[in-house]
């Protein structure tokens, strides 16, 4: 078998990595478009950081766009893209968690290719417009889950729509990761809990499913074991900087490794999910959905379940894995149903249709192929509790 491993991203890891900001943006030039979130980067300092490090590198002209939100909307994407463009920046660096990298990403192209956000993502037919041109770009995350920085997607959301659809290509790889675990800190608890379980199911996602790539998977591997000893800890003591930096460490290699090998049906049904309620963070729909799509999953490839589930630390059998997931999910708090968080019952039909129209091309690479029947059948488990 011929695997292919490409890594295009730059990365700077670790304590205080935030001040090489100004240095490496030099390379790009003098003016820069400053992408972020509308509190965290502020309230924590980080954005002060940021722009002091531009500054001491003779960056002096910063444009900033602070709106950014959490399951962020293709409106975002469009408004900061006119700025950079009216502004003509040099380069933009995206401050935040997923949300903030993936719109900085997503900027780079709209800002230097004709049409708007919504022209790239990827329907299961591809996306409206390939793009050929980018812009330079610097992701700092603050949380430790997308692991956005070191790949070529951007989740965008179309709230008319109600569409949640990727953004994957080439060009939208950020130039630079500059990850600095310090800056996670400052996370509460629910967000360290839902933004660390976007990264192991990312792990476990890409371990899974039926694309077979042995170098990326190594990747995925790493990150089970230190997801599992770590997250736990990061829980606990929020302010344990090793803890910390093994999570952002991990965060970033299931990021490799979806960048390889993708995700599957977790993903697929969160995000017809986030698209509706976007209340309901991706994490915490990812943690609902695992374990009814992990026991609907794991016949279809019994070793790699059992790996999982003995990384996780249970027996090394393929059905452990859905105990491991349920043991895991109740020790950091996130074990729900779809009912809990306000889905409604009858919105179970159109979730499934959203699934089918938009996220098909995942079926194939899941481990079992499913039927629509299938993902309904999905769904009410996790609606109602019943595993
Ligand atoms: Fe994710």
Not at 63 to 74: G, H, I, M, S, W
Not at 229 to 247: D, G, Q, S
Not at 288 to 297: E, H, K, M, Q, R
Request: glycine share 6%.
């Amino acid at each position: 078998m011929v695997v292919n491993f490409y890594r295009p991203v730059e990365v700077f890891f670790g304590e205080g990595a935030l001040s090489k900001v100004g240095e490496v943006g030099r390379r790009f030039g003098f003016k820069a478009l400053v992408i972020t979130g509308k509190k965290s980067a502020k309230k924590s300092g980080a954005l002060d950081k940021l722009f002091e490090s531009l500054k001491h590198h003779g960056i002096q002209e910063i444009v900033l766009y602070d709106k950014v939100e959490p399951n962020p909307v293709d409106k975002m994407v469009n408004e900061a893209s006119e700025i950079a463009v009216k502004e003509k920046v040099d380069f933009i660096v995206g401050l935040g968690g997923g949300s903030a990298l993936d719109v900085a990403k997503a900027v780079s192209i709209v800002s230097s290719n004709e049409g708007s956000a919504w022209d790239y993502v990827k329907y299961p037919e591809g996306p409206r417009l390939i793009p050929y041109l980018n812009r330079p770009v610097i992701c700092i995350p603050t949380t430790a889950g997308t692991g956005s920085e070191v790949n070529r997607f951007s989740v965008i959301t179309n709230p008319i729509r109600k569409e949640k659809l990727v953004i994957s290509h080439s060009l939208n790889y950020p130039k630079v990761a500059i990850v600095d675990p310090s800056l996670t800190l400052t996370m509460d608890r629910k967000l360290t809990a839902i933004t660390g379980f976007d990264a192991l199911t990312h792990a476990l996602e890409s371990l899974t499913n039926r694309v077979e790539n042995f170098m990326a998977e190594e990747y995925s591997i790493r990150a089970i074991e230190l997801i599992r000893k770590w997250l736990p800890v990061a829980l606990e003591e929020p302010e344990n900087i090793t803890a910390r930096r093994w999570m952002s460490y991990a965060s970033m290699l299931a990021g490799i490794a979806i960048d390889h090998l993708g995700v599957a049906l977790i993903h697929s049904l969160e995000h017809p999910v986030s698209a509706h309620y976007p209340h309901v963070a991706h994490g915490e729909g990812l943690a609902i959905l695992a374990p009814y799509v992990t026991a609907f999953n794991y016949k279809g490839n019994p070793e790699k379940y059992a790996l999982f589930a003995k990384l996780m630390g249970e027996e090394e059998k393929p059905h452990k894995a859905v105990d491991a997931l349920v043991k895991f999910l109740e020790k950091i708090g996130l074990l729900k149903t779809l009912k809990d968080v306000g889905v409604e019952e009858d919105m179970i039909d159109r979730l499934t249709e959203d699934v089918y129209m938009l996220s098909r091309h995942s079926f194939l690479i899941n481990p079992v192929e499913p039927t629509l029947d299938d993902v309904r059948n999905i769904y009410e488990r996790a609606y109602k509790g019943e595993l």
